[in-house]
């Protein structure tokens, strides 16, 4: 039995395309940064959190296959996280950072099962083109970017700003499908990594 800890409406979806078959039990946890963290460490520990709050919310009905899955989603900007926008000023912030230049977008995924916590992190590149004024204002007035982290979604109207990717293009939606069924296979059986951890994440 699988729960995905997310109120992500995308995580759901990919879950879903992905064949999987789970329920939805989203976790509040707070999301502000510790001291000294870096954003790879962030996001998983995030991930994990949400995860750990649903699992001990079933603490008393643990069953052998019961597995909690739990994500996170940052971009990353010159070492400077951004979250979902606090409104649209905020938004509008975000977005001149990011138009013209690359930056990196990191979800953390953390399992857990009766074998133990399972966490990994994946890392995409993603190139912003430069944002026309009047695209930005349309953009801004459309609410797209509200619930998102970096004020974009790469699946709607803000994919005319992005010429190209490096990595997993679900990872920036939110879910990276192929890392997360490795960590749910990892939490099912207690194996280990089927993939080297991402050579990337060593400079963030
Ligand atoms: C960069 C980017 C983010 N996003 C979304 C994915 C996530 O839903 C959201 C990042 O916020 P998160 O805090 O990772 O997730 P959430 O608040 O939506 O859900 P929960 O905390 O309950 O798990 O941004 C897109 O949909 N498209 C994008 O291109």
Redesign the pocket.
């Known amino acids: 039995m699988l729960i995905l800890a997310?109120?992500?409406p995308?995580?759901s979806q990919l879950l879903q395309l992905a064949g999987l078959d789970f329920t939805v039990e989203?976790?509040d946890i707070d999301?502000r940064t510790q001291p000294g963290e870096t954003p790879a460490t962030y996001v998983q520990r995030l991930a994990l959190e949400?995860a750990q709050a649903i699992w001990d919310l079933r603490r008393q009905d643990i069953s052998e296959d019961l597995i909690v899955l739990g994500?996170?989603?940052t971009?990353v900007c010159d070492g400077t996280i951004l979250?979902?926008p606090a409104n649209v000023a905020d938004a509008r912030r975000m977005l001149e950072m990011l138009a013209g230049r690359t930056h990196q977008?990191l979800t953390g995924i953390a399992a857990v099962s009766i074998r133990g916590l399972f966490s990994n992190v994946e890392i995409t590149q993603v190139f912003f083109d430069l944002i026309d004024e009047e695209e930005m204002v349309h953009y801004l007035a459309s609410g797209e970017a509200m619930?998102?982290?970096?004020a974009?979604?790469?699946?709607g109207y803000?994919a005319r700003w992005i010429p190209r990717i490096e990595g997993c293009f679900f990872n920036?939606?939110?879910l990276p499908i192929s890392r997360t069924l490795e960590l749910l296979a990892k939490a099912r059986e207690g194996r280990s990594e089927a993939r080297p951890p991402e050579s990337r994440l060593a400079a963030l």
């Open positions: 997310s109120s992500s995308r995580r989203a976790a999301e949400k994500a996170d989603t971009v979250g979902k977008v619930d998102k982290a970096g974009y979604g790469i699946q803000a920036v939606m939110g």
